[in-house]
């Protein structure tokens, strides 16, 4: 897969996931995040509030749906394991990591 095709890839995989994010928070947003070990990939899924992050948490299936999502977007089945979807609130944002996104990915 050359660099092209992975960006488009991941690309198609964010709008995926924003779709299934704004099914429970409209104004959700979401972006995507190399980081960790080995560079892992990740999806940051931001709402507004507090119970719209709880929300979304509280949805069974919406881990399945956010793999699904990559798998439709393109990428091969042996990454979306390894994976990472983290869903935070600009509340919790603001209150626990100063606004940041990168002291957020810091922490489990």
């Not at 995989?13 to 995507?32: S, T």
């Not at 089945?77 to 002291?103: A, K, Q």
């Amino acid at each position: 897969m050359t660099r092209w095709s992975r960006w488009l890839t991941a690309r198609r995989a964010k709008r995926e996931i924003e779709l299934i994010a704004r099914h429970y928070c409209p104004a959700a947003k979401v972006f995507k995040w190399r980081g960790g070990p080995g560079g892992q990939l990740s999806f940051c899924i931001e709402t507004t509030t507090d119970k719209q992050r709880d929300r979304i948490l509280e949805e069974p299936s919406v881990y399945q749906q956010f793999s699904d999502a990559l798998l439709i977007s393109g990428f091969p089945s042996d990454v979306v394991p390894s994976t990472h979807f983290r869903i935070e609130s600009r509340e919790t944002l603001d209150r626990d990591y100063g606004g940041s996104w990168c002291e957020a990915m810091e922490m489990p």
